[in-house]
C-alpha cells in the first residue's frame, strides 16, 4: 500500500527538479529548430519565437493547484514570457509595488521609482485548480504517457520499452552469474580452517571490490576485444550490438547479440561478486555458531551437509537481502557499463538525456527505476514469506 | 573442493560461448563504417538542423548549391548556375531582388519523381508555417518575399527579396527543398500564399475557419516526418535506424548524381554509409583498430597524436586535419573602466601564449587567427601578424597608459574620477577543459604583468544567459562557430548591437568601423567587399576587443585503404567521396 504513495512523492519530486532546473526549457526548444539565443537573429525575432514556444509548452499556466503569496501578486507570474520582465516584475513586488505601479513606473531607473508608503502586503491564498502544470504533468505519469523526447519526438515510453530489454538482461545475468559463483565460493571460504588463508582471500576480494568499474570495464574492451596487444587477449567479441535483422522483436534481437553481453555481464559481476563473496562467507560463519549446529555435529552429519543444507538455508534471507538489493543499484549503476560497451540500455537512454535535459525522457526512466527497485522489494518480501513461513507481513505493514 | 572445480570448468564454458564471434572484413566490402559521437534524433534538416544531424542529412537532402569542400566557394548541385541577383524596378517588388534559377532536368527525388520549382515553393512556405517548429529557418528565410513559379517551365522559378544584403544568394540556395508530394500529399500548404502566411493577423484570422495547417504543422513535426518518412534528393537513402546505436544509408540504385561525377556532393563511392553512435572516444578508438569503425571524427588532440605515433610505423591510418570555420577567444567587455582602455587589451593580448595553448592543449594542430575572420576565407587579411606572446611590451603599454601598482599589492591600478580602479578581473569558465587550461595559461601569463586573473566555472548556458547577455562581466572563454557563407559582421561588431539582448557583448565599435560594416554589407562587387573586410580587420588588430586565440582543426582518423575528400564545412568531411583504394598519397584540403 506504499508503494503508491511513494511513487506519488517521487512523481512531485521529479515535477519540481524538473522545474527548477537551472537551464531555460523554452530556449532549449529553440536552440533545436536552430534559433539560438546569441545566435544570428535579432532580438525581436527570438523574442517572438520564445513567447510563441513558451506558450505551447504551457508554462503560463500555474505551477500548481494554489499558491500563497502577498496579496499585490496577480494570480500568476507564470503569465509573463519574457523571463527578464517576470524577474524584474517579481524584485519590484518584493518590494511592495503592485503590478499597476510597476508598469507606470519601469520605465524609470530603480533609484528614480518611488516606494509606495504601504508597503506590506498580506498573504493571500489562490486556487489555480485543475489548470495547472503539474496536474498536466500528474496526468502524463497517470497514464504512463511521460510525454514526448525532446530530442526526436517519440515517445518517451516507446524509448524506454526498446532500451529496457538490454538493461534488464544485463542486470538477470550479472546478477544469476554473481550468485551462481559468490555463493558457492562463500559457503567453500567458511570451511577453509586456516585464518591465515581465509583472511587472504578475503583480502584479495575486497582489492577487487575496490577496483572502479570503470576502470576495469576500459580495460577489458582495449585489451580483450580486439588484437591490437595480441591475439592471444582477443577473447570477446566488439563492443556495441550488430545490425538488426528486419522483422525481429526487440528481445530477439538482444538474445541474438548475447555473445557481446558477456564481457559486460562479466564486468558487472566481477565487481559485486567480490562483495557478495565475503557476505556470504560471513553469514554462513555466523550460522555455524548457532547451537542447532552443535547439535547436528553431535548426531553425526557431516561438514558439507551441515554447510549446504543447514547453515545455509537458515542463512538464505540475509543472502537474498544482498541479492535483491543488488538488483537496483545494478540498475543504476548499468550508465557506465552501457556507454562504455556501446550498449543501448537505459543507463545510457539516461546518460544521454540529462546530457540534452530532455526532462520527459529522465522523469520516466528515474520513475521506473524507482518502480522495479519497489517492485523487486515487494517480491523479495514475498520471497521471505515463502522459505521461512515464520516470517508474515503484520496488519501495519499490510 | 569438487564443486569447486565443477564451477570453474562451468565458468570457462561460459566464458568459451562468447568467444569472438565477428565476421573478418572481406577487403571487397565496400561500406564505410563512421562514428557518430550521439544519435541524430531526427533526419529532417528544417525542424532539427543541428551539427549530429546535418552529419546524417547532408546526403539524403541535398541544397541546391553548397561550399566546395576544395576552396569554400558556392557550388550549383541542383540547380543549373548560380543565380545573378538582379534589380526590380517596377511592380509590387520595386527596389527589390530577383533570384531566377531552374532545377537541372536530371534532378530527381529518391522515388524518382522530378524536383520542381513547386517543391522549393513549399519548403519556403512550411518554414513560414508559425505552427512548424522551424524558428531558425524561419528567421534565415525571413527576406525571402515571394517566389514566383513559370506555369510553362516547372523547373523554373524567381526568389523575390525585398532588400537585398550581402548573404541573399547563400541563403536562397543553399535550404534543402522537401518534396512536397511527400511532405504534403493532401495539398494543404497549396491553399496559403507566402504573403498570407508572413502576416499574424492573416494567419489569425484564418485559423478561425481553417485550422488544415496546424494539423500539417503537427505532422511535419512529428517523429513520422523525422525518422519513418525521409525522402530526399541526395545520393544515399535512409535504409535502416536503430535509436541510439546505428544508422545505415543505402546508396540509391540509378542515382540520378551518376551523370555528374565531378561534383563531389553527388558522388557515391561507398556502397552504404554505416553511422554507429559511439560516445566513449575510448571504445570508438578500440573498434577503429578491430576494424568495426573506419573513421572517428572529432577525437581529442591526445587520443589523435597519441594514434598517430603508434601507427607511424603501421600506416594503416590517414591522418586528416582540415581546419574548422570556428576560433577561441577571450572575450572581453569594452565597457568597463579597465577593459575601455585599449591599451589594456593590448597589453592583455600580449600576456596570452598562444603558441604555447596550441602546442600544450592541441598538440600543435591548431592555426592562429588575427580576427574575427576565418584564415581559410579568402578575405582573411594578406599581412597582418598574430599579436606574439611579449611580457615586457604588455608592461610598457600598462605603464605608458598610467597602470602601475601604486598600493604595492602586487595589482595594477589606476585613479580613473576619482576612483581607484585595479586590473582584477574574473574569467568566466564553463566545463570545458581546454577553457580552463587557456585561462590557467592566461593567469600565469598575466600576474607576471601585475594583472590578477581569478577564474570563476559556470554552466557555458548561464555564462551566456546571465553574464554575456547582461553585459555582467570581465572576461569569459568563448568560441565562435560560423559557416562557410560570407561572415555578415553587423550582428557582432556593430554599436547598433551593443545593447542588452543583442549580439555586440563586447561593446566594440567606432564610427569608422560602423561605416565600414554598412558598406561592406551593401557591396555587391567581391573584390570591394574584400577591401571592407580588410578594413575592418585592421581597425579590430588595433582595437584588440577581444583576444583572438586561435582556430582549431578537425582531428580525424581513416583507414588507409579509403581516399576521399575532408572539408572545412561542418562536419568536416564527405563521406560519400570516401572512395576504396590502395594506400597512396593523400593529400589533405
Not at chain 1, 547451537?291 to 553425526?300: A, D
Not at chain 2, 539524403?60 to 526590380?88: M, N, Q, Y
Not at chain 2, 492573416?202 to 525521409?230: H, M, P, T
Not at chain 2, 583572438?548 to 583507414?559: G, I, V
Request: aromatic share 12%; net charge negative.
Amino acid at each position: 500500500m506504499l508503494i503508491i504513495p511513494t511513487l506519488g512523492l517521487l512523481a512531485i519530486l521529479l515535477f519540481f527538479v524538473n522545474h527548477q532546473a537551472g537551464q531555460d526549457s523554452v530556449d532549449r526548444w529553440l536552440e533545436m529548430e536552430g534559433l539560438d539565443r546569441l545566435g544570428d537573429f535579432d532580438d525581436d525575432s527570438y523574442y517572438k519565437a520564445y513567447v510563441q514556444k513558451y506558450s505551447e509548452l504551457g508554462f503560463d499556466k500555474p505551477d500548481f493547484y494554489f499558491s500563497v503569496a502577498p496579496s499585490n501578486y496577480p494570480k500568476t507570474l507564470n503569465e509573463i514570457a519574457n523571463p527578464e520582465e517576470r524577474k524584474e516584475l517579481k524584485e519590484s513586488l518584493c518590494l511592495g509595488y503592485t503590478t499597476e505601479e510597476f508598469e507606470k513606473q519601469r520605465h524609470l531607473e530603480v533609484f528614480e521609482r518611488h516606494p509606495p508608503h504601504n508597503s506590506w502586503h498580506a498573504p493571500s491564498f489562490r486556487w489555480h485548480g485543475v489548470d495547472n502544470q503539474f496536474h498536466q504533468w500528474i496526468m502524463t505519469v497517470v497514464r504512463f504517457d511521460f510525454g514526448d523526447s525532446v530530442l526526436d519526438g517519440r515517445s518517451s515510453v516507446k524509448k524506454l520499452w526498446e532500451a529496457l530489454p538490454w538493461t534488464l538482461s544485463l542486470v538477470i545475468f550479472s546478477i544469476i552469474l554473481t550468485t551462481l559463483i559468490a555463493v558457492p565460493f562463500g559457503i567453500w571460504l567458511s570451511g577453509i580452517k586456516s585464518a591465515q588463508k581465509r583472511n587472504l582471500i578475503k583480502l584479495c576480494s575486497f582489492l577487487v571490490y575496490s577496483i572502479p568499474v570503470f576502470w576495469l570495464a576500459t580495460l577489458a574492451v582495449m585489451f580483450m576485444t580486439n588484437s591490437t596487444y595480441g591475439e592471444f587477449l582477443h577473447i570477446f567479441p566488439s563492443v556495441g550490438v550488430r545490425f538488426r535483422e528486419s522483422e525481429m522483436s526487440t528481445w530477439a534481437y538482444v538474445f541474438s547479440n548475447i555473445d557481446r553481453l558477456l564481457l559486460p555481464v562479466i564486468c558487472m559481476a566481477i565487481h559485486y561478486m567480490a562483495f557478495a563473496v565475503v557476505q556470504v562467507e560471513s553469514t554462513i560463519n555466523r550460522q555455524l555458531s548457532e547451537h542447532y549446529i552443535q547439535t547436528l555435529r553431535m548426531k553425526g552429519i557431516n561438514e558439507r551437509s551441515i554447510r549446504w543444507k543447514y547453515a545455509f538455508r537458515n542463512g538464505l534471507i540475509p543472502i537474498l537481502t544482498m541479492i535483491i538489493s543488488g538488483i537496483p543499484s545494478a540498475l543504476g549503476g548499468s550508465v557506465i557499463i552501457e556507454v562504455i560497451f556501446n550498449l543501448p540500455g537505459i543507463g545510457r537512454l539516461l546518460f544521454s538525456s540529462i546530457n540534452a535535459a530532455d526532462w520527459n525522457v529522465i522523469s520516466l526512466v528515474v520513475f521506473m527505476i524507482a518502480l522495479i527497485s519497489i517492485i523487486v522489494y515487494f517480491v523479495g518480501d514475498l520471497i521471505y514469506t515463502w522459505i521461512n513461513p515464520k516470517v508474515r507481513f503484520s496488519k501495519t505493514e499490510i | 573442493m569438487n564443486r569447486l572445480i565443477t564451477s570453474f570448468f562451468l565458468f570457462l564454458f561460459i566464458v568459451s560461448l562468447g568467444c569472438k564471434t565477428d565476421k573478418k572484413v572481406s577487403a571487397h566490402d565496400l561500406p564505410i563504417k563512421i562514428r557518430l559521437k550521439a544519435d541524430p534524433q531526427k533526419i529532417n534538416p528544417m525542424v532539427y538542423p543541428v551539427s549530429t544531424a546535418r552529419e546524417i542529412y547532408q546526403y539524403i537532402f541535398l541544397s541546391l548549391a553548397d561550399f566546395h569542400p576544395d576552396d569554400l566557394s558556392l557550388t550549383p548541385i541542383l540547380i543549373e548556375a548560380l543565380p545573378k541577383g538582379e534589380r526590380i524596378t517596377e511592380g509590387k517588388y520595386a527596389g527589390g531582388t530577383k533570384f531566377s534559377m531552374r532545377f537541372l532536368d536530371a534532378a530527381k527525388w529518391s522515388d524518382g519523381t522530378d524536383i520542381t520549382a513547386a517543391d522549393y515553393l513549399f519548403t519556403v512556405k512550411t518554414a513560414n508555417n508559425t505552427s512548424v517548429n522551424a524558428a531558425g529557418w524561419r528567421t534565415y528565410l525571413k527576406e525571402i518575399s515571394d517566389v514566383v513559379l513559370y506555369p510553362d517551365d516547372p523547373k523554373k522559378f524567381d526568389v523575390i527579396l525585398a532588400n537585398d544584403y550581402m548573404v541573399a544568394l547563400e541563403t536562397v540556395t543553399t535550404i534543402n527543398p522537401y518534396p512536397k508530394h511527400i511532405y504534403d500529399p493532401n495539398g494543404v500548404m497549396d491553399s496559403w500564399t507566402l504573403e498570407e502566411l508572413k502576416d499574424s493577423d492573416k494567419v489569425s484570422e484564418r485559423l478561425k475557419v481553417d485550422s488544415s495547417i496546424l494539423a500539417f504543422a503537427k505532422e511535419f513535426n512529428s517523429a513520422k516526418f523525422s525518422r519513418d518518412v525521409v525522402v530526399g534528393s541526395g545520393p544515399y537513402v535512409l535504409d535502416q535506424w536503430e535509436a541510439d546505436q546505428y544508422l545505415i544509408l543505402k546508396r540509391q540504385e540509378n542515382f540520378w548524381g551518376d551523370a555528374y561525377p565531378n561534383n563531389p556532393f553527388l558522388q557515391a563511392f561507398p556502397s552504404s554509409l554505416q553511422f554507429s553512435v559511439v560516445p566513449d572516444e575510448a571504445t570508438a578508438l578500440t573498434l577503429l583498430k578491430s576494424g568495426e569503425l573506419d573513421l572517428v571524427p572529432g577525437m581529442s588532440s591526445s587520443s589523435f597524436d597519441a594514434l598517430r605515433k603508434e601507427d607511424e610505423s603501421e600506416g594503416d591510418y590517414r591522418f586528416l586535419t582540415p581546419q574548422l570555420i570556428r576560433y577561441y577567444y577571450i572575450g572581453l567587455n569594452n565597457r568597463t573602466a579597465q577593459l575601455s582602455d585599449k591599451n589594456v587589451r593590448k597589453a592583455l593580448a600580449y600576456l596570452v601564449d598562444v603558441e604555447r595553448i596550441i602546442e600544450t592543449l592541441e598538440l600543435g594542430i591548431g592555426t592562429r587567427t588575427i580576427g574575427h575572420f576565418n584564415p581559410a576565407k579568402n578575405y582573411y587579411h594578406p599581412t597582418l601578424k598574430p599579436v606574439e606572446h611579449d611580457v615586457t611590451k604588455a608592461k610598457q603599454l600598462l605603464d605608458n597608459s598610467g597602470w602601475k601598482d601604486t598600493n604595492d599589492n602586487g595589482i595594477r591600478d589606476k585613479m580613473i574620477e576619482g576612483v581607484l580602479y585595479e586590473l582584477d578581473f574574473d574569467i568566466l569558465v564553463s566545463a570545458s577543459k581546454l577553457g580552463q587550461r587557456v585561462s590557467l595559461i592566461f593567469q600565469e601569463s598575466a600576474k607576471e604583468a601585475g594583472i590578477n586573473i581569478e577564474l570563476v566555472q559556470k554552466e557555458f548556458r548561464l555564462i551566456r544567459s546571465e553574464n554575456i547577455a547582461k553585459r555582467d562581466y570581465d572576461m569569459a572563454t568563448l568560441v565562435s562557430t560560423s559557416d562557410a557563407a560570407p561572415v555578415d559582421p553587423y550582428d557582432k561588431w556593430h554599436t547598433d548591437n551593443d545593447v542588452i539582448g543583442k549580439r555586440n557583448e563586447t561593446g566594440f565599435g567606432t564610427t569608422e568601423s560602423d561605416e565600414i560594416i554598412e558598406n561592406l554589407r551593401a557591396e555587391t562587387n567581391l573584390d570591394q567587399r574584400n577591401i571592407y573586410y580588410h578594413k575592418l580587420q585592421e581597425i579590430m588588430y588595433d582595437e584588440q576587443p577581444v583576444i583572438f586565440l586561435y582556430c582549431p582543426k578537425e582531428k580525424m582518423a581513416l583507414r588507409s585503404s579509403f581516399n576521399g575528400k575532408s572539408s572545412s564545412n561542418r562536419p568536416g568531411y564527405l563521406a560519400n567521396t570516401f572512395e576504396y583504394a590502395p594506400v597512396q598519397e593523400f593529400s589533405e584540403n
